[in-house]
């Protein structure tokens, strides 16, 4: 009785134990599998396989096709031959049979198959067969022998994203033994309702049939429970986070009168989509608990302009307002055009960064805090301690996807609850950034200001690389600019990728001696990447080569030419955000892909950078063709990975997620009750890096 009480504690508690418990895992597979992120059993079986091979077909040897991937069950018919090709080079044959025809099993360099096999014994073999002139032949099978229990032919075997020295084999039998010790013992965290009404497998099962599915439909059941529940936890989570902000106190602000007059004033005519945001952005600021709201528009959509009105309807109410952007010449090409703007208002407005000197800072942070200052416009200068403010109303973020959404909620923490406006030109599918920003309520300006010159794209390669050339010195002696975007920074010996520090000097040293190229990496000294940029934005600089760094909102309108190098290499958005650096002016702008691939997804893609400029269709293709993973870097706002669920091809249990996540806290909002007590468990610990964010903890 006590042992078998002994052994429940130990298998419910082994979820989280060290994988070094697990047998067959030594010290060094320890460390392996930690390079993996693998800690516990948990993790590990977790860690779901990328692919899986089928292994369950089998053939008599008479039913064979040439090139078939299959399993045959058959008879050593002969000892092992072994043929010495060449030093280095050795060939094993061994004739098969069944009661239907023979076969040769052939193996290149495997000298510990010499004794391997013995006449007469029964051996299921799994490979690749080829017949030539009717002689049939199974190459390089995998094979074990037919009485025992079938691990690695005749199943659906997993396969696993690996770093080299792990192999699959061992991996699955270290996934084999994780589950030989706790399935049946795992408590299933779905509430039971749930499970019922989406039709969902449960817990133990679809973690078994997951790594070793028993059929494809078993796989399939399996799958679709953890998609649905990546997206039910990430929903459950935003939602919450929702919650507990809708239920804090915020200030309510009053319609501002000037406003309309201010707005009439203006050098431009607002778009329609931009008078919108504005509209939407001021029944916030009117309500009892504060804004919390995303901006979305693509690159020169005039985002700027609604986050300015933002401010103004804060400062005439009579709180601060403050602007946080990811780049000093950001804060300074703001600060400047805020200036202009707002000459006549009587507003007082400074600049906050980590350059200003002590004496200055000093000068400023008291104005900050006393109230002589209304709007704050800075870097992460802003969020660092001893800045505080007098009463901050509104705090606005611009290029959201430079920021970790820590950084955004210690500004807003330098305040009483104040309103929140986030803008990104990053734009994401509609339903999609009910994922990603499930938190906010969003905005689109979905609408270019008019008269915008098309820049034109043009895909080539090193074939023309001279010509190319050629009109990159034309338009620079006509006094344009040019950006020269490579993937790189350091030459890598593994992949031919042209390095901005190489290529610059290439540059400048053989192709245009005469030009003023400068160089601008990820590495440099943020003093020193503002002291380029600002020469390039001068005029100083005639061409400037430079990783992604100048992806975020920089304004030279001078800029006709974008080149990018490897231009494959490079997300769709992202080459459409560097796209966006040109066009600026009143000058006619070009974008050059360099693309060096021959795969035909690259050709894809680059087709539609030359043929689409809208923003939402570019990163509509984008998820289609690279995949969600990359294109979200949850990771980066402190959100749980989506290891399974594909959120372009499983929209449809996306919107069920989404409904089941709405009823649950519909029912139970603070997830207190006890059927909810295991989820709640999970949430938490999927969300640890924004638990304290959501409504229940
Ligand atoms: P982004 O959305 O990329 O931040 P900006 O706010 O920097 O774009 O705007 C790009 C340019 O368009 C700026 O020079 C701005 O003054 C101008 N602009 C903004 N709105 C309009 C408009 N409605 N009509 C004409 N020009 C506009
Ligand atoms: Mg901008």
């Known amino acids: 009785m006590t042992e078998q009480c002994l052994e429940v504690i130990t298998i419910s508690e082994s979820l989280t134990k060290d994988i070094s418990f697990v047998k067959g895992v030594g010290e060094a597979r320890v460390k392996l599998l930690n390079k993996l992120g693998i800690q516990t059993i948990e993790d590990i079986l977790y860690y779901?396989?990328?692919?899986?091979?089928?292994?369950?077909?089998?053939?008599?040897?008479?039913?064979?096709?040439?090139?078939?991937?299959?399993?045959?069950?058959?008879?050593?018919?002969?000892?092992?031959?072994?043929?010495?090709?060449?030093?280095?080079?050795?060939?094993?044959?061994?004739?098969?049979?069944?009661?239907?025809?023979?076969?040769?099993?052939?193996?290149?360099?495997?000298?510990?198959?010499?004794?391997?096999?013995?006449?007469?014994?029964?051996?299921?073999?799994?490979?690749?067969?080829?017949?030539?002139?009717?002689?049939?032949?199974?190459?390089?099978?995998?094979?074990?022998?037919?009485?025992?229990?079938?691990?690695?032919?005749?199943?659906?075997?997993?396969?696993?994203?690996?770093?080299?020295?792990?192999?699959?084999?061992?991996?699955?039998?270290?996934?084999?033994?994780?589950?030989?010790?706790?399935?049946?013992?795992?408590?299933?965290?779905?509430?039971?309702?749930?499970?019922?009404?989406?039709?969902?497998?449960?817990?133990?099962?679809?973690?078994?049939?997951?790594?070793?599915?028993?059929?494809?439909?078993?796989?399939?059941?399996?799958?679709?429970?953890?998609?649905?529940?990546?997206?039910?936890?990430?929903?459950?989570?935003?939602?919450?986070?929702?919650?507990?902000?809708?239920?804090?106190?915020?200030?309510?602000?009053?319609?501002?009168?000037?406003?309309?007059?201010?707005?009439?004033?203006?050098?431009?005519?607002?778009?329609?989509?931009?008078?919108?945001?504005?509209?939407?952005?001021?029944?916030?600021?009117?309500?009892?608990?504060?804004?919390?709201?995303?901006?979305?528009?693509d690159v020169g959509s005039g985002k700027t302009i609604v986050a300015a009105l933002a401010m103004y309807i804060s400062v005439k109410n009579g709180y601060q307002a403050a602007l946080m952007v990811p780049t000093e010449i950001l804060a300074e090409q703001h600060f400047k055009s805020f200036s202009k703007l707002f000459q006549n208002e009587n507003i007082h407005i400074c600049m906050l960064t980590g350059s200003i000197s002590k004496k200055q800072r000093k000068i400023l942070l008291d104005g900050i805090k006393q109230g002589n200052i209304d709007m704050i416009i800075g870097t992460h200068a802003l969020i660092q301690e001893g800045v505080e403010f007098f009463n901050l109303g509104l705090v606005v973020t611009d290029e959201q996807h430079r920021f970790g959404v820590k950084q955004r909620a210690i500004l807003a923490a330098k305040g009483k609850n104040p309103h929140i406006l986030v803008m990104t030109a990053t734009p994401i599918p509609r339903t999609l950034a009910l994922i990603l920003y499930g938190d906010l309520d969003i905005s689109i300006i979905d609408q270019l200001p008019p008269g915008r010159k098309k820049v034109n794209t043009y895909v080539v390669d090193d074939t023309i690389r001279n010509r190319i050339y050629e009109f990159i010195r034309k338009q620079v002696l006509e006094g344009r600019q040019i950006y020269v975007v490579c993937p790189l920074v350091e030459e890598s010996e593994d992949m031919e990728m042209t390095s901005a520090v190489k290529f610059a000097n290439t540059l400048k040293e053989v192709v245009f001696p005469n030009f003023n190229v400068g160089l601008l990496h990820g590495k440099m000294k943020p003093d020193e990447k503002e002291s380029v940029m600002r020469s390039f934005v001068k005029g100083n600089i005639n061409i400037l080569v430079s990783t992604t760094v100048i992806e975020v909102g920089v304004n030279v309108p001078n800029a006709t030419i974008m080149v990018i190098e490897n231009a494959e290499r490079f997300g769709l958005s992202q080459l459409h955000q560097l796209r966006g650096r040109v066009g600026r002016g009143e000058y006619q702008s070009y974008c050059i892909l360099f693309n060096t691939s021959s795969s035909t997804v690259a050709h894809e893609r680059m087709k539609i950078m030359q043929e689409t400029s809208d923003g939402f269709k570019i990163a509509e293709k984008d998820l289609e063709l690279r995949g969600p993973g990359e294109f979200f870097g949850t990771r980066q706002h402190g959100l749980p990975d989506l290891k399974i669920a594909n959120l372009f091809a499983d929209l449809d249990l996306l919107k069920l997620a989404q409904e089941a996540a709405y009823d649950l806290l519909a029912q139970d909002s603070n997830l207190v009750e006890k059927e909810n007590e295991v989820l709640k468990e999970r949430l938490l610990s999927l969300f640890w890096n924004r638990a304290d964010e959501m409504a229940f903890n």
């Open 48 to 297: 779901f396989p990328r692919n899986y091979e089928d292994r369950t077909k089998m053939k008599k040897i008479i039913e064979l096709i040439d090139g078939e991937i299959v399993c045959i069950k058959a008879i050593v018919f002969s000892r092992m031959a072994v043929k010495k090709i060449r030093k280095g080079l050795s060939i094993y044959k061994l004739v098969l049979r069944d009661d239907t025809g023979t076969i040769t099993a052939t193996w290149y360099n495997q000298k510990y198959l010499s004794h391997t096999f013995s006449i007469g014994e029964t051996y299921v073999f799994y490979g690749k067969i080829s017949i030539k002139y009717g002689k049939k032949e199974i190459l390089n099978p995998i094979f074990e022998k037919n009485n025992s229990s079938g691990k690695y032919t005749q199943k659906i075997v997993p396969v696993y994203s690996l770093t080299s020295s792990l192999t699959q084999k061992v991996f699955q039998s270290i996934v084999g033994n994780c589950l030989a010790l706790v399935t049946g013992s795992i408590k299933e965290y779905l509430p039971h309702w749930i499970r019922k009404k989406y039709n969902l497998a449960e817990i133990n099962y679809s973690l078994k049939n997951i790594h070793f599915p028993t059929s494809y439909k078993s796989f399939m059941e399996a799958r679709r429970r953890f998609v649905f529940e990546e997206f039910l936890f990430l929903q459950l989570g935003l939602f919450s986070m929702r919650n507990k902000y809708q239920q804090l106190q915020g200030i309510k602000f009053r319609p501002v009168k000037e406003l309309q007059t201010f707005i009439d004033r203006l050098s431009f005519k607002l778009t329609e989509a931009q008078n919108r945001v504005i509209r939407e952005i001021q029944g916030d600021l009117q309500k009892e608990k504060p804004m919390n709201r995303l901006v979305q528009g």
